[in-house]
């Protein structure tokens, strides 16, 4: 019963956020930030809510969705961006400076994401476990999850992983062990440390973290070329 009340009151607090927009709901019945001048309004409002350029904060960048090098293979992204809602971009760099006393970094591939480009991702594969379901919308479309890897900081080498980015598989699931000892130890060293900063792995992706407390951003469908 307890459970049923939260889920209610989570709901209820974001229908009473995106009310006050006066944001039409779409085909799925899920009201969306459908521009820049309502998400203004909204950062005005909750700083908190204000989306920041994780390129500013010193993360190098690998935008696959800004290239044709994706699994959609086309370019999903006008511009090679990433941003992330103003805790979760607080709690990476907080993650970073802990990896950095090891000599390891950060390299993101992905963070907010336009709706458009969710409904565009769904369509080739249908697969809730990689893609999200624009019936629901994605914490991406929150600009609450971020997709990431780890590298040497010396070298600015990606560290090896269970797989490379977007791979299908079950070998990018978390639970899969039939992998050499040091992928393991770099897989597992990029959970325990997002962990602790506030973040939760999705079981099938090794590289996608949602930040807690996602529920309290709205989904959106800003273009990332008219983020400030």
């Not at 000599?103 to 893609?131: C, L, Q």
């Amino acid at each position: 019963m307890k459970r049923a009340i939260n889920f209610g009151l989570l709901f209820l607090l974001a229908a009473c956020a995106t009310a006050t927009l006066d944001v039409p709901l779409n085909e799925y019945g899920l009201a969306v930030v459908p521009d820049v001048a309502s998400y203004e309004r909204l950062a005005a409002a909750d700083p908190d809510k204000r989306l920041v350029d994780l390129a500013s904060l010193g993360f190098p960048l690998d935008v696959r969705y800004a290239t044709s090098d994706n699994f959609m293979k086309t370019q999903l992204y006008p511009v090679a961006r990433t941003f992330l809602r103003a805790p979760a971009a607080r709690a990476l760099v907080a993650a970073q400076k802990e990896l950095a006393t090891q000599g390891i970094g950060i390299k993101v591939f992905d963070g907010y994401r336009p709706y458009r480009v969710t409904k565009a991702m769904w369509e080739p594969i249908r697969n809730p476990d990689y893609v999200a379901d624009p019936a629901k919308g994605s914490r991406h479309n929150r600009g609450a999850a971020v997709d990431l890897t780890l590298i040497d900081l010396r070298t600015g080498a990606e560290l090896p992983m269970p797989t490379g980015y977007d791979d299908f598989t079950p070998r990018a699931h978390h639970d899969f062990t039939d992998l050499p000892p040091e992928v393991l130890r770099n897989r597992s060293l990029l959970r325990d440390v997002m962990v602790r900063h506030g973040f939760e792995p999705l079981p099938s992706e090794w590289w996608h973290y949602d930040f807690k407390g996602w529920e309290r951003f709205e989904l959106m469908d800003v273009g990332l070329e008219e983020l400030r």
